[in-house]
């Protein structure tokens, strides 16, 4: 399948949600400050990327991320908003480049980059229920 044909670099996808004590470092156990976590930051950029692509995504096909290369360069307190936007920058194949802002309505709070790639649904999950054999 020709994927270059069906995604254009371009593509925008965002993501929002509210600060909480659910994703906060405390909460995450990936600081002890009541702030925006970082892994909840990952998770929303990714969100965001999938929203990008996902109406154009084949029957029988999904994508799943593979690498993330962000910063979080300012904190976010419970009660704020932080909205992330992910734009597609190439297609290589099965690999889907974007890159990522995360921002509060203070300013940017992170940045970076973000790769997927395109996986057949069936054949992923029969090799990730493969490892249980293992």
Known sequence: MDFNAIFTPG???EKQE???EQNTATAWGSGNLPVYATPAMIALLEGACVAAVTELIPDGYSTVGTRVDISHTAPTPR???VRA???LLEVDGRRLS???EVSDGAGRIGEGRHERFIVEKEKFI???EGKKAL
Do not use: Y
């Open 85 to 87: 936007v992910g734009e």
């Open 11 to 13: 593509l925008k996808g």
């Open 98 to 100: 974007f890159r990522v």
């Open 126 to 128: 029969k090799k990730a």
């Open 79 to 81: 009660g704020m908003t």
């Open 18 to 20: 509210a600060v909480t």
